[in-house]
């Protein structure tokens, strides 16, 4: 398919990535390794390994297999509470991975300054306005906002409500990637008009072939509607829990009940809040592999998000990456067309009323 729209409309986000199109598949545990991360790079998109909590070793090795998988950018991402997360900014120091994607909290300045002096580009999830400041002033180079409507460990908002808050002209010296319930290219295109460098998904492309994830993953994702995809519930404040949207199982339950068990703990002096919320965690890290590479998708955890919707059948990363291009592209070329306007520079004007139209 020919591009007319797209490529200036995203133009940001490709420049910045240095791939064909501005989509990222973001890091999942277990299921981002060399395949898939390769698969979506090789296929124009940006690929993301999932530093998660491996071994540094291993996270080495998953580079150096990703790189002779392809050519293109890849990044990693790195969960700032992981235990391991220290070593993980050494390896990707060493290895001069081009992009190093921070998630789980803010980073401090140092962490930001560490891997910049290596040469990565740095990317930062931002969950408020004020935070995001900061974040470029400490010298991020791109944010991703990402809405509670996403699989794994979620923020309140939804992706709507971040996007007007954050692209609505506020952040402008900087990309803004767009994540969270997006399952279609018509929905990339909405958010690229509202001012989004690309988008990153994550939950569509676990349906991906060349995904390792179990048979057994991918079927309950096909099966599940978006209502199925549900975040858990924190029972009190005394034991703080990061809600994680996962297809509700039997899974859902086991953390409920460990949930209640570590509070009984915490309440009676038994445990501190933090060694509850460590435990907490744990059971995420443990319930995810399972389900993921075991295929125990009735105790595991089933991460997904509601864009779960739009899993619908195993297909090849680079057709699901050409789906979205294609809808993305139809979606901008209606805007222009009921806008009345020839559209010099590729953008819908109604849509994006700060820019000027050549
Ligand atoms: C199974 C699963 C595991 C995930 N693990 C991580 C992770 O390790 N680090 C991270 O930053 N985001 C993680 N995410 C979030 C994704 O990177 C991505 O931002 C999210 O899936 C986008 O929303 P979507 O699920 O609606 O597509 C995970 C998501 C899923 C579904």
Redesign the pocket.
Known sequence: MELHYLPKVWKQGTDFLGTRYAILC???????ESHLVSAISNAGGFG?I???NMPPEMLAEEIRKTRAKTDFPFGV?M?TVAPNFRSHIGVVVREKVPFA?F??SIPSGKDIEQVKAAGAKVLC?APVLALAKRLIKQGVDAL?I?GN?????IGPVATSVLAQEFLLNHITEIPVFV?????TGEMIAQYLALGAAGA?????F?VAEECIAHPRFKEAFIRAHARDAMPTTQFDPSLPTIPVRAIVNEGTQDFNRLQLELLTKVKSGEMTKEEGQVKLEEFWVGA?RRA?IDGDIEHGSL?????VAFAKKIQPVAEIIEELVAGAERNLAEMAKGNGSEVGNGLPPAFRPGLPIN
């Not at 973001?26 to 981002?32: F, H, I, K, L, N």
């Open positions: 973001g890091a999942m545990t277990w299921v981002s993301v999932a530093g998660g991402n969960i994607i998630a789980g999830f991703i990402e409507e996403a699989g794994g460990h994540a969270g319930g997006i399952g990153q998904l994550g939950t569509r676990v995810l993921v991460m997904a998000g509601q864009s």
